[in-house]
């Protein structure tokens, strides 16, 4: 099983601040790449779904970015809020029936 | 729109006993697949099924077994459960593969004394 790698492992930032996380993937025969928020006691909740190289994604202040040849992905939050503390997760396909997740980046937003 | 729904939500076995866990897909969708998640791991791949086909099948030994019915609803089984078993178990469904949004439940968590 290729590995999906993200960095980094956590990261504590102060309200306002911007972030961004790394998630980089085995990029032969890839077929997707999503990203996911994950909040204690919640079900994950998709961010994002992306399939084609170049690909740019965006839902609030939250943005994603594709490169499939080199095999990466970057996670983007602008001006983070408490309440985006959470752990982000990318996952990557290469068969299109499953989806192999990475450790995840655990974020913490103080006031 | 109803979400992913599973049960039982908490589950306490013993070693050697087997175990059944449900997922019900939201409304429409074919797709259903099953994770593992254990302490320090990533969520990890047991099996996807699509109209009653197992389409894909994870790393996992053959006490993990599953299945899905006509009306989409799907159980994964493990027989002779052991230690390390106990892990949180999350379902996803979609309409068809995963280039589209996986919809995930909120989790049975098994612990297995």
Same mark, same amino acid.
């Given at each position: 099983?290729?590995?999906?790698?993200?960095?980094?492992?956590?990261?504590?930032?102060?309200?306002?601040?911007?972030?961004?996380?790394?998630?980089?993937?085995?990029?032969?025969?890839?077929?997707?790449?999503?990203?996911?928020?994950?909040?204690?006691?919640?079900?994950?909740?998709?961010?994002?779904?992306?399939?084609?190289?170049?690909?740019?994604?965006?839902?609030?202040?939250?943005?994603?970015?594709?490169?499939?040849?080199?095999?990466?992905?970057?996670?983007?939050?602008?001006?983070?809020?408490?309440?985006?503390?959470?752990?982000?997760?990318?996952?990557?396909?290469?068969?299109?029936?499953?989806?192999?997740?990475?450790?995840?980046?655990?974020?913490?937003?103080?006031? | 729109?109803?979400?992913? $729904? =599973?049960?039982?939500?908490?589950?306490?076995?013993? &070693?050697?006993?087997?175990?059944?866990? %449900?997922? *019900?897909?939201?409304?429409?969708?074919?797709?259903?697949?099953?994770?593992?998640?254990?302490?320090?791991?990533?969520?990890?791949?047991?099996?996807?099924?699509?109209?009653? $086909? =197992?389409?894909?099948?994870?790393?996992?030994?053959? &006490?993990?077994?599953?299945?899905?019915? %006509?009306? *989409?609803?799907?159980?994964?089984?493990?027989?002779?459960?052991?230690?390390?078993?106990?892990?949180?178990?999350?379902?996803?469904?979609?309409?068809?593969?995963?280039?589209? $949004? =996986?919809?995930?439940?909120?989790?049975?968590?098994?612990?297995?004394?």
């Amino acid at each position: 099983i290729l590995n999906v790698e993200q960095s980094p492992q956590s990261l504590h930032v102060q309200e306002g601040d911007s972030t961004n996380f790394t998630c980089s993937f085995p990029s032969s025969n890839f077929y997707a790449l999503h990203w996911y928020r994950w909040e204690t006691a919640k079900s994950p909740e998709a961010l994002f779904v992306m399939t084609l190289n170049g690909d740019e994604k965006k839902k609030g202040q939250i943005s994603a970015t594709l490169n499939t040849k080199e095999g990466y992905s970057y996670l983007y939050i602008k001006g983070s809020q408490p309440e985006d503390s959470a752990t982000y997760l990318c996952a990557s396909s290469n068969s299109g029936y499953a989806l192999n997740f990475g450790k995840g980046t655990s974020l913490l937003v103080t006031p | 729109k109803a979400g992913v $729904t =599973q049960t039982p939500r908490y589950l306490i076995k013993t &070693r050697g006993q087997q175990v059944t866990l %449900s997922c *019900s897909p939201i409304s429409g969708h074919r797709s259903v697949s099953w994770y593992q998640q254990t302490p320090g791991q990533g969520l990890q791949f047991l099996f996807e099924y699509f109209s009653e $086909t =197992q389409r894909n099948k994870g790393n996992f030994p053959g &006490r993990f077994s599953g299945r899905q019915f %006509s009306n *989409s609803r799907s159980e994964m089984n493990v027989s002779t459960l052991e230690l390390g078993d106990s892990a949180l178990y999350l379902c996803a469904s979609s309409f068809n593969d995963v280039q589209e $949004t =996986q919809y995930f439940g909120p989790g049975t968590r098994l612990l297995v004394l």
